[in-house]
């Protein structure tokens, strides 16, 4: 009898067993797979066969490449010699889409009031140093004596010259293929040539940043969110007369930010500085000023070069003997929040500087998707799933593509793990032009985590340039994986390795994270409202945006 009870058990447990799959199979895996593979009749299924699609993401990606034709490099066998990085530049998403020559309009700067403007800078510099070697005699000291050469061709001036309403830098030039032929007119060695002047160069001067000296040390400790200088920045001024600002290393590659600390009390990295701006020309934004990494010396470059006693005054010497300073802000004048080279020597980050404001106007702006910077607070963005809607409606964001860039902004910032993001800058010149991507030392402090509401604007709005879908969708691919182009492209740096490989590998799995929320946007409203065309000749961004706003405007008023 005991074994007549267990046999029914066992063929009860069976039963149990075998139903409980079923109805997962028929509730929960064939919806899964319907959700996949839509029928092409349906109207959200962009699976046409006359268009070329990319494996692993169907419905959305084949009409957007349906502009490319079976010869592009999409179809072509990989060299065995060719990096991934140099497939990606030679793509045709990173040619050239619009005319090949820009009217005098479409340049930021002109080279006659550049030159002019700078050659008067010199004269003044030249003055105020023979001031300070008179005042040094005087008070029986000497001083490091640096020539300053002003030359007209240098690197950071052509850098500047080359800034148009499109983006800070052209994308033609050996850095970006170096297969191509230097007689060609469009190659432009200026972003390579600036990456190793400031590396190279010899350093005059060291000073505090504009807006830390705009504090005069008169920091508020009550505030929760510390002005610049909690940061440590200097500005350095190099031997042709550019400058960098330098970031100094606070943080090791492999430490990530403790889950506990807030994203606008984090330190600021100077790796993520670096892989920033790399991560920035792959996907082709070009809205980073140029970054390069640099051993610099605390003594040789920074203490004997500065004129200012303030920074003078933040140097000591470690019980290790070591090179260290802090930042001037009274709540944070202790040697406990000092940075320390070794002996001399500390890695940091040197970002190119814009050109001046009194030349090229930049006005900051508030990030419509800011963060609250307390620590109870929330932002309407973050409660409200209708905010997009009302921000639509909003000079500039009802016309034109800057919303379109904040969304380019937001996917960046979420790649990064950027939570930092309350402002955006543009220049005035240009009107409704392309977003600064500055300050990026919040960004890769956390691989193991990924922010989604970071990548809020792009999936309340459900609006993107087809440009940057295009991108993004390419560097899901094997051949071009974003991870291992970042990584190519890093190695070059003075620094390397910049990123842990975590961090790398954190990329692409974010990038399964926007291209899911492009596609459910796809899905929902289908590829016109989602998808703006920013590549056919003659489109112009009020004529896109357009398109794009019609239809979700009256899906969100008919949903509230």
Known sequence: MLRAMMRRDRLLLAATLSTIFIADLYFILLPKLRHRQPHPGDPSCFCSPGNVSLPGHAGIIAPWLSNWTSTSPLDEEPSERSSKLGRLF?????EPQGPGVLGPEEWLLQQEELLEYYRRKVSRWERHMQFYREVAAAANFTILEQKVTFDPKASWLKFHLGISRHALYRRHDPWHNPSRDPADPSHDPTVPRLLQDMQAHTIINADYTQDEKALKGACDCSQVVKPSGHHLKLTLKMQNFGKAMYKPMRQQRNQETPEDVFYFVDLQRHNAEIAAFHLDRILDFRRVPPVVGRLVNLTGEVLLTTHNEDLRNVFFTSPANNTCFFAKCLYMCKTEYAVCGGPDLLEGSMSAYLPSL?????????????????YTGHQEWEVNTLYCDSIKKIPPYNSGSRLLNIIDMA????????????????FTGFGDGFLLHLDNARGFGKHSHDEMTILAPLSQCCIIKRSTALR????????????DVMRESLQGDPVSPVLTEPHLLALDRRL???LTAVHRCVRRLGEGPVVVDDLTAGSSSTNTWAMAHRQPARHATKGS
């Open 90 to 94: 030679a793509h045709p998403l990173y």
């Open 472 to 483: 993004l969708q390419l560097l899901s691919r094997e051949r071009y994986r974003l991870s």
């Open 411 to 426: 996917i960046f910032d979420f790649l990064t793990g950027n939570m930092d993001r309350h402002h955006y800058e543009i």
């Open 512 to 514: 399964q994270h926007v």
């Open 358 to 374: 009194s030349l090229a106007p930049r006005v900051s702006i508030s990030n419509p998707w800011s963060r609250s910077y307390t």
